[in-house]
Structure formats: structure tokens, C-alpha cells
């Protein structure tokens, strides 16, 4: 008999290497899988799941929109795209004039903030060394990796990689050339690494003294991960541009760019950019869904409160193996003494637990938003057998 992941090898190109699971169904933070094993599901989608699975709120408005309208196309629009663009516009501060661009992904949300860079008239970019911006040949030039953008270039040309949460090293880098400087406010693929509490406000000035757009990919730390809405609103900052995708849509793909004031917003005129799926009805359904049940709910807050929690629990406990827990709220790394990451996502599995190792020596959790106390509490509790069977 051939099994599922046979099939799969068969049938799907190998480029996500070999699937850790076949997943059935979920609900709240747990998944299960076709062999009715349950996990408690820290990776999250990798910190897409943010109302977690199943959630009633998320289901009755995919379910309300789809009997309604799925897709209209751009020519037209629907009130919930329009009730989606002023919630995005409302909740990340943005000043009058800020305007939404809907696509499907959180690299087309790049590639949008990339064209609108290139109408500045310059053509410098400056992103970090560690960044992750995405896949597609575009934001591919502005992702550091090696691995990721050897095979495929040449990329486009005028990225600059600086050391990140390196102010002088930014300040050097930017100058008459530089159209925008591209920063996350945590990396996250880099290990969920976190600058200095002063770094994007001196990002802010270096953009501003050289007359270049500071665009913040906000595509995971945004949407309540860290426990205010977007990461950047720590610093205190006014972005020109956002990115925002992955949680928007509680695992309905959308993706946004968000051009904070009218200047910014005026760079991209009728015809310059589209997409066909980009804002419909469906996905912005989802994303209000995610947004209603993220504030009536006080999920901030709670994010705030349990990641603050879980940190200090596995901080304080002194489990052998632990260096530290890096991160702000629901985005977090557990550091460890050796590069046994790789090992220890096979072990938690094996103890009912998905984590993702996002660095040979950090596990990475982005859970759903709504994860409890007691179920973070459970991953804790575990963790010194899951690095010991590891180790
Ligand atoms: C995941 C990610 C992207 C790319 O998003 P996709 O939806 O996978 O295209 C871009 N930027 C950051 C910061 C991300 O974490």
C-alpha cells in the first residue's frame, strides 16, 4: 500500500524537503494528525494561525462571505475590503492620508513596497543581514541569505545587507542613492532576534535625513505577535510603509501594504501595481474575523501576558541545555547550548508537541494567539526530557 507521504513524493515538488505530519483537523491549539496523534501546535502555521484552529469566529465569516461572495476581481469592490482597510489603517496609528494595498502573501506584499520604493525615483535598497523578506525573485534581493538567492541570481541590483540593530552600520550605508531601508522589528527567520529598544527610531532618522522610505516588514511580527499590534509601535516611530501578512488572515492567505501618510500614499497611481486575487471578500472577511475576535477578545494583552509568563517559566526553571528564551511576546526562541534544534523538533513531536527549529541552536514558537497559560505551561514542563532525548 502506498502511504500518504509516498504520495506526496510522487506528486509535489521536493523544494519543503519531506512533510513532518499528515494533519487531519484541528481545534484551538491543538492539531491532529491522520493517525489520531494530537499536538499541541507551537509553530502556529509559522505564526499564521493567529485565532489558532477552528476557531468559531473565523469559520461563521468564511462561511457567512462564501455563501455570499468568494471573489469579484478589482474592478469592483466589497464592503468588507473597504471595512478591512480602515481597521488595517486604524489599528497600525497611521496618519490621514494612509492608504491599503491588498495581495495575497506576504512577498507580494514586498514586491508592492518594492515598486513603491522605485517611485521615489532612486533605486538603493538597505535591509539587514539575517532579513527574511521572501521568495520571489524580487524580495529574494533583499533576504540575506545565501542559500535562498545564490541559485537565482543575477537578483535585482543596488541591496545593501548591513549588520542588523548596527546603527552606524545603517547610518553609513544610507545615503542621496537610497530609496527605502527595509527592516524587521524582530527577525524572525534569523532566530527571532531583537534589536535594541532605540534602533528603529534611529532608523527613523537615518531615513529621514537622507530623504529615503522606511518600510517596516511587519509580515511576522505583526497582527498582536508581540502583543501590540504591529512591532514597530514599541519604538514609537511612524514607518512611511508596512508589511503585514501571515496572521492578517488567520491562515487565509492576504497580504498588505500599508503607505502611511498622503505624500507615500501618492507614489503609486491608477495602473502602476495589481493583482487579481488581492483583497477578496473572502480573505478580508477573514482578516475582520481575525481583527474582531483579536480585540474583543484582549488577546494583546494576553499575548503579552502568557509569553512574559512562559519566558519566565523556562528562564527559571534552569532546565539543562537552555541558554535563554529570546523574543517578545507569542514570537519566541528558546536558545539552546548546542546546535541539537534539528534533534529536539523530532523529540517534542514524539511528546506531542510541534515546535520549528529556526536555527541549529534556537526553537522557535509563534503558537496561536489564543494558546493558554496551562498549554504553554505544558511545553515547559516538558522541555528538559525533550532536550535530554534530544541531546
Ligand atoms: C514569512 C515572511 C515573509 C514572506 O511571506 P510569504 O507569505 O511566505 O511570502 C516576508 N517577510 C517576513 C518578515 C516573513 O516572516
Not at 96 to 102: E, N, R
Not at 213 to 237: A, P, Y
Not at 239 to 260: E, R, S, Y
Request: charged fraction near 20%.
Amino acid at each position: 500500500m502506498t502511504t500518504e507521504l509516498e504520495r506526496y513524493a510522487a506528486s509535489l515538488l521536493p523544494v519543503f524537503g519531506t512533510p513532518q505530519l499528515v494533519i487531519d483537523h484541528g481545534d484551538g491549539a491543538y492539531v491532529v494528525d491522520t493517525a489520531g496523534r494530537r499536538y499541541l501546535d507551537l509553530v502556529g502555521g509559522i505564526a499564521v494561525n493567529a485565532l489558532g484552529h477552528n476557531h468559531p469566529a473565523l469559520v461563521e465569516a468564511i462561511t457567512k462571505q462564501a455563501g455570499q461572495l468568494v471573489h469579484v476581481s478589482n474592478f469592483f469592490t466589497t464592503p468588507a475590503q473597504i471595512a478591512l482597510a480602515e481597521r488595517l489603517l486604524r489599528i497600525s496609528g497611521a496618519p490621514a492620508g494612509s492608504k491599503v494595498f491588498f495581495c495575497n502573501s506576504g512577498t507580494e506584499a514586498i514586491e508592492a513596497a518594492i515598486k513603491l520604493s522605485r517611485r521615489t525615483g532612486r533605486r538603493g535598497l538597505v535591509a539587514a543581514q539575517g532579513a527574511f523578506h521572501g521568495r520571489t525573485t524580487g524580495a529574494l534581493a533583499l533576504t540575506a541569505k545565501a542559500a535562498y538567492r545564490e541559485p537565482f541570481e543575477p537578483l535585482i541590483p543596488d541591496v545593501t545587507h548591513v549588520p542588523y540593530a548596527d546603527v552606524a552600520a545603517l547610518r553609513a550605508a544610507v545615503g542621496p542613492e537610497t530609496a527605502a531601508i527595509v527592516l524587521e522589528p524582530v527577525q524572525g527567520e534569523a532566530g527571532v532576534v531583537e534589536p535594541a529598544d532605540d534602533y528603529l527610531r534611529a532608523a527613523r532618522e537615518i531615513a529621514s535625513a537622507a530623504g529615503a522610505l522606511l518600510i517596516i516588514d511587519e509580515v511576522q511580527t505583526g497582527i498582536g505577535r508581540t502583543g501590540d499590534w504591529f512591532g514597530f509601535q514599541r519604538s514609537g516611530i511612524v514607518p512611511d510603509a508596512i508589511t503585514v501578512a501571515k496572521g492578517l488572515g488567520g491562515g487565509v492567505p492576504i497580504g498588505a501594504l500599508i503607505t502611511f501618510g498622503e505624500h507615500t500614499s501618492g507614489l503609486l497611481t491608477a495602473g502602476q501595481h495589481g493583482t487579481t486575487f488581492g483583497g477578496n471578500p473572502l480573505a478580508c472577511a477573514a482578516g475582520l474575523a481575525v481583527l474582531d475576535t483579536i480585540e474583543a477578545d484582549g488577546l494583546l494583552e494576553h499575548v503579552g501576558a502568557v509569553g512574559d509568563a512562559f519566558a519566565a517559566r523556562v528562564t527559571e526553571a534552569g532546565i539543562p541545555g537552555v541558554r535563554g528564551v529570546r523574543g517578545r511576546g507569542l514570537l519566541r526562541a528558546i536558545v539552546l547550548e548546542e546546535e541539537i534544534a534539528a534533534q529536539a523538533v523530532v523529540t517534542a513531536r514524539g511528546q506531542g508537541f510541534l515546535v520549528n527549529a529556526v536555527a541549529p541552536d534556537a526553537l522557535r514558537l509563534a503558537p496561536p494567539l489564543v494558546i493558554t497559560d496551562a498549554e504553554l505551561a505544558t511545553f515547559a514542563d516538558a522541555l528538559p526530557r525533550i532536550l535530554e532525548e534530544a541531546a
